[in-house]
């Protein structure tokens, strides 16, 4: 049975602080790997999607990569912002396959 | 907007009543998906359908009944629920079932008195 873990279930940073949230999978097979965002009461927004055949993708201040041999991705927010408080999720894909969702990192950005 | 519209957003509904749930896209997407977020609890996945057709019915209790007469439009129909089923409901889409990649609507926050 596939399996997705993301570590930590919390974290609370000063504002401008780098950091780093975690996700592994444990379906070797993996077709690819969608991070989201979910604010509190709120639908998911999908903030970052790597295909298995890439190693990273960046859209501002977030860089994800995904490392299929380990069975890791990493979310690297830069210049953490109050704004970036929410709980990110990360969900793995395969061909035919239902997305399978980790339980989520809550993040709280501290001004 | 994501492109998922789902209403309502909100939702109160007694026990012995009947109500629906509605979600749209118009992303040319194929599948469609409820899932289901109660308090501190990870995504449920309740069914899926894939070109109008269900493909996965996650052991939901009956008095769930989606409805997908379209690829662009899914309904759930709520009848006898119970408290425990308060939670906010999520409505997906994706372009296949090929984990190209989800897009969700912004869920409706169901609360059963």
């Known amino acids: 049975k596939q399996e997705v873990t993301q570590i930590p279930a919390a974290l609370s940073v000063p504002e401008g602080e780098n950091l780093v949230l975690n996700c592994s999978f444990t379906?070797?097979?993996?077709?690819?790997l969608q991070w989201f965002r979910q604010d509190p009461g709120k639908g998911l927004t999908s903030l970052l999607l790597i295909q298995s055949s890439q190693r990273e993708q960046t859209s501002g201040r977030l860089n994800a990569s995904l490392d299929k041999s380990s069975g890791r991705s990493t979310l690297y927010i830069a210049a953490s912002q109050p704004g970036d408080s929410a709980t990110y999720l990360c969900a793995e894909g395969n061909y035919g396959q239902n997305f399978v969702f980790g339980p989520g990192t809550r993040l709280s950005v501290l001004p | 907007e994501t492109g998922v519209t789902q209403t309502p957003r909100h939702l109160v509904m007694g026990m012995t009543n009947k109500k629906s749930l509605k979600c749209e896209q118009h992303?040319?997407?194929?599948?469609m998906y409820w899932y289901k977020q109660s308090a501190k609890k990870p995504l449920e996945l309740m069914f899926v359908y894939n070109f109008k057709e269900q493909t996965e019915n996650n052991s939901v209790p009956s008095r769930f009944s989606p409805e997908c007469p379209n690829s662009s439009h899914l309904f759930l129909h709520l009848h006898t629920l119970q408290p425990e089923d308060s939670a906010l409901y999520l409505c997906a889409s994706s372009r296949e079932r090929d984990g190209y990649g989800y897009t969700f609507g912004s869920g409706t926050r169901l609360t059963v008195v």
């Open positions: 992303l040319g997407h194929n599948a």
């Open positions: 379906d070797s097979a993996i077709y690819n």
